[in-house]
């Protein structure tokens, strides 16, 4: 049977597979406990094979077993969405103040077709699928803790392989991408707090106002980069939120300013770099406004590198087995360069060699160029190629397990 022959199968899935998407897009959950969203698909896989449960979370692994012997391969799905208020305009638009602005409910909508193909076809599994319902990637740490609780080893053996796909709602329909080596960013965080003396807003010269280095150290954070931190180093420092004050009090001086930022490097040894900088920067301003500075930097994601052979094998399935675009070129696109997002599939890549897969979800009557990114409150993703992604799920796990048997 060939990897087209997947695609071809799969297809028979899509009208249910867009369903559990859209049940899955209305229900949306939050951090390191997705227990409906687990629920949900766990029902949907019932009987494909024996499930194990995280201790920690509400994660679950399920163990597909092929007829055949042979090692074993992961995939991943995660389950979480993130604290965003919807504002599509879908029918099938969430209202409980979360949101799968980042595709995740796509995800596990694949992950449930490709366990489907590979139960269907476990004659001519040589070898055995875990397949991730992992919670808690959007920042959580969630894929270290399923590491830690060994989940990945429910085999009873460690995987040889993991995959994973990830949707974007502004990447052209029906494209894959992705590229050997680094593909996605180490991710982290600080919050940085300024703390005075409160006082009348009149007589400031009476108080000591934390709100004038905030604002001098978050202006000079790009300064920072771009004098401390060689060119030749990507590195992103972008501040998500100020707080200071409250907005009905404009006549008081707080005692405290903070505001929070996101960090990205391609490195352990830039991410140090860019530590030692900002701490350099927030003590030197506070000090001279007479202030205190404090730098709390929060964990950081690893740098997601793709294995050299697993990327191959994402190409050449991609490249036989789906259909071409109109103007005959390949579905799959050499990525020139990483970005700057961050995953924790970083942390399941670093312990087992594997891929990581950009699908393209933009819908057709959109400019990608123009379509709202993903975790925007507007991304809206095309569901119409989720047996697609099942597919590509599948055959990569099948393709691995043959090469490793000599097949």
Not at 219 to 248: C, M, R, Y
Not at 264 to 270: N, P, V
Request: with cysteine; glycine share 10%; charged share 20%.
């Amino acid at each position: 049977m060939s990897y087209a022959e997947y695609v071809e199968e799969a297809a028979n899935y899509a009208e249910i597979l867009k369903g559990i998407r859209r049940e899955l897009h209305q229900m949306p959950e939050f951090g390191l406990e997705n227990p409906l969203s687990t629920e949900r698909c766990l029902a949907s896989v019932h009987g494909l094979g024996e499930v194990f449960r995280s201790k920690r979370t509400s994660g679950a692994a399920l163990l597909i077993k092929g007829d055949l012997p042979g090692p074993t391969v992961l995939l991943r799905t995660d389950t979480d969405a993130l604290a965003v208020n919807e504002d599509t305009g879908l029918e099938f638009a969430s209202t409980n103040g979360f949101m799968h602005a980042c595709g995740h409910d796509l995800h596990m909508a694949m992950a449930i077709g490709a366990a489907h193909l590979l139960h269907t076809h476990r004659d001519r599994l040589r070898g055995n699928v875990v397949i991730w319902f992992q919670p808690g990637e959007e920042g959580h740490g969630g894929a270290d803790v399923m590491l830690e609780e060994d989940l990945h080893l429910v085999s009873g053996e460690k995987p040889i392989a993991a995959y994973g796909i990830h949707v974007f709602s502004s990447y052209p329909l029906g494209l894959f991408g992705s590229r050997p080596g680094p593909l996605m960013a180490s991710a982290g965080g600080m919050t940085v707090t300024f703390k005075g003396q409160g006082g009348h807003g009149s007589m400031p010269w009476l108080s000591k106002d934390p709100i004038s280095p905030m604002l001098e150290a978050a202006q000079a954070l790009q300064t920072t980069v771009t004098k401390k931190i060689s060119t030749f180093e990507p590195v992103v420092i972008n501040i998500g939120w100020v707080k200071a004050g409250d907005d009905h009090t404009e006549n008081v001086i707080p005692e405290t300013a903070q505001f929070g930022a996101t960090i990205r490097t391609f490195s352990d040894e830039i991410t140090a770099q860019v530590k030692t900088a900002v701490e350099e920067l927030i003590h030197g301003v506070a000090a001279a406004h007479g202030v205190s500075g404090e730098v709390e930097f929060h964990p950081f994601t690893k740098v997601l590198m793709n294995d050299d052979a697993s990327i191959e094998r994402v190409k050449k399935i991609v490249e036989s087995s789906y259909s071409r675009l109109p103007n005959g070129d390949s579905r799959y696109v050499h990525l020139e360069h990483p970005i700057t997002g961050g995953e924790d599939f970083a942390s399941i890549v670093k312990e087992i060699p594997g891929a990581f897969v950009f699908m393209g979800a933009c819908p057709p009557d959109r400019d990608p160029s123009k379509a709202e990114t993903n975790h925007s409150n507007k991304a809206i993703f095309d569901d119409s190629t989720l047996h697609e992604g099942s597919a590509l799920l599948a055959a990569l796990a099948f393709d691995t397990l043959d090469e490793a048997a000599g097949a």
